[in-house]
Structures are given as structure tokens and as C-alpha cells.
């Protein structure tokens, strides 16, 4: 993909023809200009391999407040990837399940950066990265502000096992080696990093400096400067360094 152009009619692809496993490779930088509409649906998750090359892409703009799975990529699938891609300037509005990078994914997103604006309009799930991770998330980052309602963070709202329809078994997910400097507010379950880390789920190496708040004024809001709230979940070698972590409600 060399043109915003091209990158557009790849997403048709996707979501018009269902090729959903088409690989996609960046050759330069792009600008992206009007409505975006994210690759890949709850129904036909993208689970091709997004290669950014290390190049940037300017302007991502989505405004969806009625709409669920928004990012770059709606739903990235079981064995998709998105790697090397940095967002700048970014102004993503969503329902459930927002994020920069992708509203929700089941499979890999690495080496990536989110600079702008995310909003989760709906009641759950927003990420500077990704809204929801049932897969691995690592070496990704996130700056600006991440708004949502319940479960918000810098990173991912969610992190929580997949679970394997052949084994009956869950997969454990993990989001590691990753830092946001995002300003994070929400309702409850709102972290600097992560929103709310699940049972089998990891959370390693990663740390926060922006500011934490939680506007739940009835009840436990938890809140924290890496985990908003943590449900069995292993957190490791994580901190927050800087930044104000503020509760209007009891916790």
C-alpha cells in the first residue's frame, strides 16, 4: 500500500468481499482525509498480517459514537497481527469496544503507537491500543487522552483469556512491555495502563505517567495507576511513575 487511497480499498476488500485474511504491508507514510471505517467486523474479524514498516499514518479520524469494534481495525481475529504502525494525530469516537490501533483482538498487535484522541461513548471497553485484548499485546504505546465509561485504560480497556471452542480450554492473554503517558478517565474499572485484567491474564513490564480519574461518585470506582481493577489476574515488574490518580467514589 503506497497511497490513503489504496489502504481504503484494501479495507473494502475485507469488509466487502471478505478476503479477511489479506496481508497488508505499508511502502511509505500516509495522510489519511475523512471518515475512516475500520478494517474488519464483529462477524468478519481481519486475520491477515498489517504490516506498518515502521512508517506513520496521519490523521485517523472516526466519529461512530453508535458503533461498536472501532479502530484502525474493527476486530482483529485469531491469528491476525498488527505490527511497526505509529497513529498520530488520531481522533477515534466509538460505542463499546474502542481503541486506537483496534476495538477488540483475539490475536497480535506489536510494536505500535497511538498518539490523539480515543473516546468510548458506549458502556464498556476503551484503549488507547485496543479496547478489548483476548490475545497478546507488547512493545506498544499510547499518548493523549483515552475517555470511556466502564473498564478504560491507556492500553487496553479489557484483558481477559480467549476461550478455545476445540479444547474447551481457556488461552490466557497478555499485554507486555508496554507504557502510556495518556490522561485516562472514566466511570470505574480505570487504569493507567489497563482498565480491568482478568482471571489467566498477564500484565508485565509496562507502566503509566499520565493521570488516573474515576468519576463514579456511588460506590467503588476502582481505579489505579496501572490496573484499574485486577480479577486473578498476574501483574509483573509494573509501576506508575507520575501523574494524579483521583476517585470521586469510595476506592
Known sequence: ???????????????????????????????????????GTESQPYTGTFDGGNHTITGLKIDQSGTDNVGLIGRLGS????????????????GTYVGGIAGQ????????????????????????????????????????????????????GLCVPNYDTGTGSLIGSTIEGCHSTAAVSGISSVGGVLGNLGNNSFLMACYSTGNVTATLTDGYANVGGVVGINSQGTVTG?????GEITSLGRG
Open 105 to 156: 483482538t483475539d490475536g497480535t498487535v506489536e510494536n505500535c503507537s497511538v498518539n490523539g484522541t480515543v473516546t468510548g461513548k458506549g458502556f464498556t471497553d476503551t484503549g488507547g491500543i485496543a479496547g478489548s485484548n483476548y490475545g497478546t499485546i507488547s512493545g506498544c504505546s499510547a499518548e493523549g487522552t483515552v475517555t470511556g465509561s466502564v473498564n478504560v485504560g491507556g492500553i487496553s
Open 79 to 94: 491469528g491476525g497481527k498488527v505490527q511497526d504502525v505509529t497513529l498520530t494525530e488520531v481522533n477515534v469516537t466509538g
Open 1 to 39: 500500500v503506497t497511497t490513503a487511497d489504496g489502504l481504503k480499498n484494501v479495507a473494502k476488500l475485507v469488509n466487502e468481499e471478505g478476503k479477511t485474511d489479506i496481508n497488508i504491508t505499508l511502502d511509505t507514510d500516509l495522510t489519511l482525509t475523512g471518515e475512516w471505517t475500520p478494517i
Open 238 to 242: 509494573c509501576y506508575h511513575a507520575t
